[in-house]
């Protein structure tokens, strides 16, 4: 089992930056991608961002393609996503999830953990 923390979520205006951060503990040598997922009520759960472990490839969804920087501490199991110039859009549930995945931006059911998410709101 891995289970995942995250944190860094708040409001912010548009244009604005806020820094999530996503600790794994157990058994990380299970997993090799970690990233976020977003969600808004009434819509299905996407793909934001995921980095393969130990210096991988990153995928990123294309509306944040530019603004946001997904990056990994692997000392610390931390995964961290870095986003700017922050859009109304942007604003939702931002979950952490690992899982073991070929390659590419999984969809949701292809990661194993999740945490319990994080909220960041835009005000315009």
């Known amino acids: 089992q891995v289970q995942l923390v995250e944190s860094g979520g708040g409001s912010v205006q548009a244009g604005g930056s806020l820094r999530l951060s996503c600790a794994a503990s157990?058994?990380?040598?299970?997993?090799?991608?970690m990233g976020w997922f977003r969600q808004v009520p009434g819509k299905e759960r996407e793909g934001v961002a995921v980095?393969?472990?130990?210096?991988?490839?990153?995928y990123y969804a294309h509306s944040v393609k530019g603004r946001f920087t997904i990056s990994e501490d692997n000392a610390e199991n931390t995964v961290y996503l870095q986003m700017n110039d922050l859009k109304p859009e942007d604003a939702a549930m931002y979950y952490c999830?690992?899982?073991?995945?070929?390659?590419?931006?999984?969809?949701?059911?292809?990661?194993?953990?999740w945490g319990k998410g994080t909220l960041v709101n835009i005000s315009s």
């Open positions: 999830a690992a899982g073991f995945y070929a390659s590419g931006l999984p969809p949701e059911n292809g990661m194993d953990y």
């Open positions: 157990g058994d990380t040598e299970s997993i090799n991608v």
């Open positions: 980095i393969y472990t130990g210096g991988g490839s990153l």
